[in-house]
């Protein structure tokens, strides 16, 4: 059988026009393409959309766990705007506010002539409590209140 063409068709076809029960070279590149920009484009979301996070792992953030909340609110709401806290969050060197607090225990510990970091063992939690006991009943705790010290009268 001779193939004949048809009169009305071109001489000269396009190289990507292929003939019936061959395989479309052009088409599978283009899927492969299509595939990769695919992929590309959202590791490329995900890695812009994780910004905020990196940022502040990388500085050592005190505020790491709330910049990584606000990603993830971010990710699932759609509401940018958690994404725009956190990174300003991230951008911000929030001060630590507890080495005042430890160089001032530190002291006392030092004049006390207490070990370094040992000051507070031993200590109760809550309020001094005296656990007096019966035979027989439920401990229950009683309350000593500590007495103060009367004021002199500077006034007469």
């Excluded at 001779?2 to 396009?14: I, Y």
């Amino acid at each position: 059988m001779n193939p004949s063409l048809n009169p009305a068709a071109p001489h000269h076809l396009p190289a990507f026009i292929v003939g019936p029960g061959e395989t479309d070279v052009f088409m599978v590149a283009m899927a492969v393409v299509l595939i990769v920009a695919v992929m590309a484009v959202g590791l490329l979301f995900l890695r812009l959309h994780t910004l905020p996070e990196r940022i502040a792992h990388k500085g050592h953030k005190l505020q790491f766990e709330i910049v990584a909340v606000l990603g993830l609110l971010a990710l699932f709401t759609h509401i940018h705007a958690f994404w725009v806290a956190g990174l300003l969050l991230a951008l911000i060197d929030i001060p630590d506010f507890g080495w005042p607090l430890r160089r001032i225990a530190g002291s006392l510990e030092k004049i006390a002539d207490i070990p370094p970091g040992k000051g507070a063992d031993g200590e109760p939690d809550g309020t001094v409590t005296d656990h007096a006991s019966d035979e027989g009943t439920a401990e229950v705790p009683k309350i000593i209140t500590l007495s103060r010290m009367p004021k002199e009268r500077t006034d007469a």
